[in-house]
T-cell receptor, first 114, second 113 residues
């Protein structure tokens, strides 16, 4: 069965520090990969996506992610975190072979300390 | 910027009552979805809808659930007889084409008492 693992439930970083949120997937097909962000009481906003091509993808708000097929990973990074980045981040995976549904990870809550 | 709109933002209902959650997808999108997120748990797929019919549904989407696109703009999720365990945040999403990114609404928080 398809699965997505975000091993870190909570992460705390200082404002201005770099950030990496981990995502690993288990899929029997070529995946499409997404990162979404959810602020408290808000919906899911798409940060970035990977379908094919360059394995390093750029997203909104200064985020980037790198697809590593050999490690089944799609980690999210940001070189310098801002206090407004505090939110919950979800990795999601889809594949043509499994229709249009997305499988989500459990999420990582990011706290930013000043 | 076009967005997916969901109403209401909060709904409280008594157990056994019917609820209808409403969504207006992005206008040129063809694929529509419902997901739910029980408090503290993962976002879970419920159903996808294309060309006026269900294209896929999960095990969660049993006979108590139904979806409809009653006109050219709205997409609804009906829960016929709500249970306590239906309490969750329900997200509507839409995508333009198959296997493209889905855009999510702000969600409807359903509380069953």
């Amino acid at each position: 069965a398809q699965s997505v693992t975000q091993p870190d439930i909570h992460i705390t970083v200082s404002e201005g520090a770099s950030l990496e949120l981990r995502c690993n997937y288990s899929y029997g097909a070529t995946p499409y990969l997404f990162w979404y962000v959810q602020s408290p009481g808000q919906g899911l906003q798409l940060l970035l996506k990977y379908f094919s091509g360059d394995t390093l993808v750029q997203g909104i708000k200064g985020f980037e992610a790198e697809f590593k097929r050999s490690q089944s990973s799609f980690n999210l990074r940001k070189p310098s975190v801002h206090w407004s980045d505090a939110a919950e981040y979800f990795c999601a995976v889809g594949a043509r072979e499994y229709g249009n549904k997305l499988v989500f990870g459990a999420g990582t809550i990011l706290r930013v300390k000043s | 910027e076009p967005e997916v709109t969901q109403t209401p933002s909060h709904q409280v209902t008594q157990m056994g009552q019917e609820v209808i959650l409403r969504c207006v997808p992005i206008s040129n999108h063809l694929y529509f979805y419902w997901y739910r997120q029980i408090l503290g748990q993962k976002v879970e797929f419920l159903v996808s809808f294309y060309n006026n019919e269900i294209s896929e549904k999960s095990e969660i989407f049993d006979d108590q659930f139904s979806v409809e696109r009653p006109d050219g703009s709205n997409f609804t999720l009906k829960i016929r007889s709500t249970k306590l365990e239906d309490s969750a945040m329900y997200f509507c999403a839409s995508s333009q084409l198959e296997n493209t990114e889905a855009f999510f609404g702000q969600g409807t928080r359903l509380t069953v008492v």
